[in-house]
């Protein structure tokens, strides 16, 4: 059976910290590895072999103690031995503190976040990377000025900690709803490894919020639509594009900006542009109509093999070009939205609940559009207006687009 001892390193100087290190035996052979954890002599305690019961290391100073850093510490060797008697009849001191290092560097939160980053990268799920590339990004902020870590293991993710994160996003301003992204995607992370069997599941989510609140209300009325219309924009091409491409999402029934940046010129075919949702893969086919085929006209057919002057040409970095462009049409948005003194930021996702709420105010049924935008899950909209007639949303988005005369 394998022994694992806590002790102390004093340190060289008189003044200075000292090391708390693991002291491993099995088969009568021994192994020391430190446990990253540095104090001063007077708050360790020589004869229990701990720390102190106030003491805690300098740089968990806020809301982790250091005794339970160690007993993770602890945790992860005697997972390690479990692992190894499952897997070898014999094994040596070596192979545990071995594992032990493999461990630490694979289950590091950024080295386990980017082998999942780049298994979605392979699968083509753009978007879902780099959703986990921010949420990582955010929280690698976070235990660096918290705690002056550069990088921790994801075992040591704790209640305390998510609270923490939950409460550091707060102070920053971010919405309910960004943070609660942010923490499901950590959610997400940290179970994933439980199921792989890495560690047992200890709940550190317990305590924070990760549901979905409603958002608060992005839609648009007629009236304002007619307003952004009505902008005498001819001088300024960069605006008038920008509007152009919002105005496009509200009549493709606001379609997705991703969506819209990625239609082909073959998918336009007998008067309907028919398509597959990047985010869920549902198909959805929208009759073209003359306000549509307006703003085509307006710009030179570009070379590519995309039908909107989005992605201009082929054999570019497409990903970069959409990103781009998102970033300077929603740039532009907003400076629309103060000419148009519109109280709310306008971007592109905008046209999307103002399309979900005008077809509740003309009467359009709930089966027809699920209350669009009003819904909690975009996803079962989305299922509905999927699952309708084709011919029955057209002749609801032809009501819309009409209210607009």
Known sequence: MVSIKVKFRS????????????????KQKT???????????????????????????????????????????????????????????TFTVNDIIDEYNSYTNEYSISNYTENIILQLQLRNRIRT??????????FQKFIFETYHFTDIIIDEVTHQMTESYEAWLKSRGIV?????????????????????????????????Y?????????????????????LDLCRRPALDFARDIFMLSFYLRGM????????????????????????????LSIE?????????DKYPANDSRFLLPIIRHDNVNERKSYLNASYNINRNLKKIGKMANIDIPLTLYVARHSWASAAKTNGIPLSVISEGMGHDSETTTQIYLASLDADIVDRANAIILQSLK
Request: charged fraction near 25%; proline fraction near 4%.
């Open 129 to 138: 990377a780099e959703t986990y590339r921010a949420t990582l990004r955010s």
């Open 288 to 296: 073209w109509t003359p306000e549509m085929q307006e703003i085509i």
């Open 31 to 89: 192994r020391r590895i430190s446990s990253g954890h540095h104090i001063y002599p007077h708050q360790w305690d020589n004869k229990r072999f701990t720390t102190l019961p106030t003491q805690c290391d300098d740089n968990n100073a806020m809301d982790i103690p250091l005794k339970q850093r160690i007993q993770i510490g602890i945790n992860r060797f005697n997972a390690i031995e479990q692992k190894l008697s499952r897997r070898a009849t």
């Open 176 to 208: 309910p709803n960004t943070i609660s992204f942010y923490l499901r995607i950590l959610r997400a992370l940290y179970n994933r490894a439980v199921s792989n069997g890495i560690f047992n599941n200890g709940n550190p989510f317990i305590h924070v």
């Open 256 to 283: 997705s900006f991703i969506d819209m940046s990625f239609l082909l010129k073959s998918d336009l075919k007998n008067n309907h542009i028919t398509y597959r949702r990047r985010k869920t893969g549902q198909e």
């Open 210 to 230: 990760t549901g979905v609140d409603k958002t608060t209300k992005r839609a648009l009325s007629i009236s304002t639509l007619k307003q952004i219309l009505s």
């Open 11 to 26: 340190p060289a100087k008189t003044e200075g910290k000292g090391t708390i290190y693991y002291q491993i035996t099995y």
